[in-house]
């Protein structure tokens, strides 16, 4: 496949305000589906998460979202992880998905919060038994002394629940940034990108296209 060629006709298509979507969530689809079908991306649903905790500073992660719907955006991690602890503090955070072979990117920005217990569950439970083993081995972002540490962790971890059924741990589980304002952003030829963005507004969405 001749990627150049391949983000060239995505240049070219660009983003109407009057083509797209009358909220988000469908626009979103429609690109998620078209950046699957064109192979081009191993993984389309890793998306730069943005949190900042009391102090202000921000930080910044890869993860892979598992949901995008009307409810908002939903990735799945360690509640004492950093992140978490950013959210804990200052529950607002901004998701950027970024498709550079077709010149795309879509970010969400808004309020977050904790999935149920039991869309965590159902979730853990589809993981394969590998990572359901290393969520209870990890002690996310926290220091170790060494790679021999988190080995041995592991093999503790893979030795106690031996054949068994590996149930989610109390301190892991699904964030959702319910979204207020979601921006697309198509790249064009001479840097005269198409922005367009929903916000949040009167119990539906307010689309206008921003300069770029």
Do not use: C
């Not at 950046?35 to 943005?50: D, H, M, Q, R, T």
């Not at 198509?186 to 770029?212: F, K, T």
């Amino acid at each position: 496949m001749d990627l150049a060629a391949l983000r060239r006709e995505y240049q070219q298509r660009g983003l109407d305000l009057d083509d797209a979507a009358a909220e988000p969530f469908t626009q979103f689809e429609r690109w998620f589906r078209e950046i699957g079908a064109a192979g081009v991306i191993e993984e389309p649903n890793a998306v730069v998460v943005a949190t900042a905790g009391p102090s202000g500073r921000p930080t910044a992660r890869h993860v892979l979202a598992k949901a995008v719907d009307g409810r908002g955006l939903v990735f799945y991690t360690n509640y004492g992880s950093r992140k978490a602890r950013d959210l804990d503090a200052n529950p607002q955070a901004s998701a950027v998905f970024a498709w550079s072979a077709i010149a795309r990117q879509v970010t969400f920005t808004g309020p977050v919060e904790k999935v149920t217990a039991e869309e965590s569950d159902a979730y853990f439970a589809s993981r394969p038994r590998g990572s359901q083993l290393g969520a209870w081995a990890s002690t996310q972002s926290r220091p170790v002394a060494d790679r021999a540490e988190l080995e041995r962790a592991y093999a503790d971890v893979e030795a106690s629940f031996a054949d068994g059924p590996v149930p989610r741990p109390d301190g892991w589980g699904g964030y959702r940034i319910v979204a207020d304002e979601v921006e697309f952003w198509q790249g064009r030829p001479n840097r005269l990108h198409d922005r367009i963005v929903y916000v949040r507004a009167d119990g539906g969405w307010r689309r206008q296209r921003l300069a770029p």
